[in-house]
């Protein structure tokens, strides 16, 4: 389940950049306005969870949708397949191996996390995070910071390149980081609420949180 309970609960410095890091003000107002211009969001996702020695310990891919405000569909491929569901008011995360369904409320805190954060309420980052960020050339990097105690990440870094998510990574408080690439991004591209929402598979057991 940590794979996606790391973007549920939790909820991203790169060769080349400049070195001078912005002030908090300046960095909101830059993160803001990235976020704001991506409406909708698709594509396809590679995550990559590391130990603090950098071994491997999971690998997986799949696809992503996400519509502001709320919105967000996130599907793990097989061999460990798993379906998280946002319409903005519950979140359904279903495992089909277990034929098990916990369904949470989309509550403030569910909505700091880092896969909610992309779909979520920009004007909310400043309550949330403390923020700084470097650019250079068509790539931006934020480092987020939770003001939160009882968060499952420490830092959280998000790039974008040519003003479209790239990757972000999650490391937490023992060292283990989690990078998550985006591939094939479509910016602003309609799509169909009836993904947003989830019909619980007959004869599957239901968690209610």
Same mark, same amino acid.
């Given at each position: 389940?940590?794979?996606?309970?790391?973007?549920?609960? /939790?909820?991203? &410095?790169? &060769?080349?950049?400049? /070195?001078?890091?912005? %002030?908090?003000? =300046?960095?909101?107002?830059?993160?803001?306005?990235?976020?704001?211009? *991506?409406?909708? !969001? @698709?594509?396809?996702?590679?995550?990559?969870?590391?130990?603090? @020695?950098?071994?491997? !310990? =999971?690998? *997986?891919?799949? +696809?992503? *949708?996400?519509?502001?405000? %709320?919105?967000?569909?996130?599907?793990?491929?097989? $061999?460990?397949?798993? !379906?998280?569901?946002?319409?903005? +008011?519950?979140?359904?995360?279903? #495992? $089909?191996? !277990?034929?098990?369904?916990?369904?949470?409320?989309?509550?403030?805190?569910? @909505?700091? &996390?880092? /896969?909610?954060?992309?779909?979520?309420?920009?004007?909310?980052?400043?309550?949330?995070?403390?923020?700084?960020?470097?650019? %250079?050339?068509?790539?931006?990097?934020?480092?987020?910071? $939770?003001?939160?105690?009882?968060?499952?990440?420490?830092?959280?870094?998000?790039?974008?390149?040519?003003?479209?998510?790239?990757?972000?990574?999650?490391?937490?408080?023992?060292?283990?980081?989690?990078?998550?690439?985006?591939?094939?991004?479509?910016?602003?591209?309609?799509?169909?609420?009836?993904?947003?929402?989830?019909?619980?598979?007959?004869? *599957? #057991?239901?968690?209610? +949180?």
């Amino acid at each position: 389940m940590r794979l996606i309970r790391v973007l549920l609960l /939790a909820a991203l &410095t790169m &060769t080349g950049l400049a /070195a001078h890091a912005a %002030g908090d003000e =300046q960095s909101v107002q830059r993160l803001t306005e990235l976020l704001g211009k *991506a409406q909708t !969001l @698709s594509g396809r996702f590679s995550q990559l969870t590391l130990d603090g @020695s950098g071994t491997q !310990l =999971q690998e *997986a891919s799949g +696809e992503m *949708a996400l519509k502001r405000p %709320g919105l967000l569909r996130w599907h793990t491929d097989a $061999p460990m397949e798993q !379906l998280l569901v946002s319409n903005g +008011e519950k979140v359904w995360l279903y #495992d $089909p191996d !277990l034929q098990q369904v916990t369904i949470q409320p989309l509550d403030q805190r569910m @909505s700091h &996390t880092p /896969a909610l954060l992309l779909s979520g309420d920009v004007s909310k980052i400043r309550e949330n995070f403390t923020i700084t960020h470097k650019e %250079g050339g068509s790539v931006v990097d934020f480092i987020l910071k $939770p003001k939160a105690k009882d968060t499952l990440f420490d830092t959280l870094r998000l790039s974008f390149r040519n003003g479209v998510i790239n990757d972000m990574q999650l490391i937490d408080s023992i060292g283990q980081r989690t990078n998550i690439l985006f591939l094939g991004v479509k910016l602003n591209q309609p799509l169909d609420n009836s993904q947003f929402t989830f019909k619980v598979p007959e004869g *599957a #057991d239901i968690i209610q +949180e």
